[in-house]
């Protein structure tokens, strides 16, 4: 489908992303640098959805015929039950990010995995394979990530969430999944497993507007023998990925995994191979910016 000469037509297919908030997102700028690249007539645009409004936003994207959208907070979880299938890892890992409009029929799929996996080895080249993680959270994005290390055999998982119960049923899940021993810890273990893990992810919302101290993580734990990961991003280094840095630590912010889980995205609503320098010189210094 190749772009109209005169820009924005009755033809284009519209795409976006479903949020709340989606401000900060820079999803819009990824993907429709890929757009582009490739001379495709789409769009990619950023709402701003309540989750009492998630219903109606359905059945809006049903009625306008919008090729698809990207889900992220709050959304990953609850928006499984309005959809007309749900893809067999999407499943799995209990969280759609992804929505693909085959024909009017919705199908739900999760290319967050896939994004943290290629992500992840941009720091570790190996992957997570014999590596203890620790992640934070037991939301959709957590669960995702819990996927991918329990694919990859990792050595070792601990599942931190304030809500212990759901770090729990994540880890009950991740028993499933592979062979991968996924543990839930309470907050009074954090200490001693933040020291021993060789990883950390944060797959919490909380990260923009936190300050260090709001963190369960103590940072004073933290070596140059960590890597942090964390899939909050903004305009400018998170607090956990500053702190991590100060104490020597490799670390990066989430927008490497918001491209290439946005690439898998890109692919499966075009059927193109994503132009994925493309994407990444989309967000190219927006660090600067005040979203």
């Known amino acids: 489908m190749q772009v109209n000469e005169d820009g924005i037509s009755a033809r284009t297919g519209l795409v976006g992303v479903f949020g709340h908030p989606v401000r900060h997102s820079l ?3 990824i993907h429709n640098a890929a757009f582009r690249s490739q001379g495709v007539d789409m769009v990619y645009l950023a709402f701003d959805v309540p989750p009492e409004q998630l219903r109606p936003a359905i059945d809006g994207l049903r009625a306008l015929d919008m090729r698809g959208a990207n ?3 709050p959304h990953k979880e609850s928006v499984m039950v309005l959809l007309d299938e749900i893809d067999p890892l999407a499943a799995r890992i209990g969280a759609v990010n992804t929505i693909v409009n085959s024909d009017g029929r919705l199908i739900g799929h999760n290319t967050d995995a896939a994004g943290f996996a ?3 080895r941009g720091l570790v080249p190996d992957g997570a394979r014999g590596l203890s993680f620790l ?3 037991a939301g959709g994005a957590a669960r995702a990530v819990v996927s991918t290390l329990v694919e990859e055999d990792a050595a070792a998982v601990w599942n931190y969430n304030r809500t212990y119960e759901r770090a729990a049923a994540l ?3 991740a028993s499933e999944w592979g062979s991968t021993k996924c543990e839930p810890i309470r907050e009074v273990k954090l200490r001693e497993v933040a020291a021993q893990a060789d990883v950390i992810v944060n797959a919490t919302s909380l990260g923009l507007g936190a300050s260090v101290k709001e963190f369960v993580i103590p940072v004073d734990t933290l070596t140059s023998g960590h890597v942090v990961v964390d899939l909050v991003y903004g305009s400018g280094p998170t607090v956990l990925v ?3 840095r100060g104490r020597g630590a490799v ?5 490497e995994m918001l491209i290439m889980q946005a690439a898998s995205s890109y692919r499966l609503w075009t059927g193109l191979v994503p132009p994925v320098d493309a994407m990444r010189a989309g967000i190219d210094g927006v660090r600067k910016v005040t979203t």
């Open 135 to 137: 992640v934070l959270g």
């Open 71 to 73: 889900l992220t907070v």
């Open 118 to 120: 290629a992500a992840l």
């Open 251 to 255: 670390a990066m912010d989430g927008r």
């Open 242 to 244: 500053e702190a991590a």
């Open 27 to 29: 999803s819009p700028r």
């Open 171 to 173: 880890c009950v899940s």
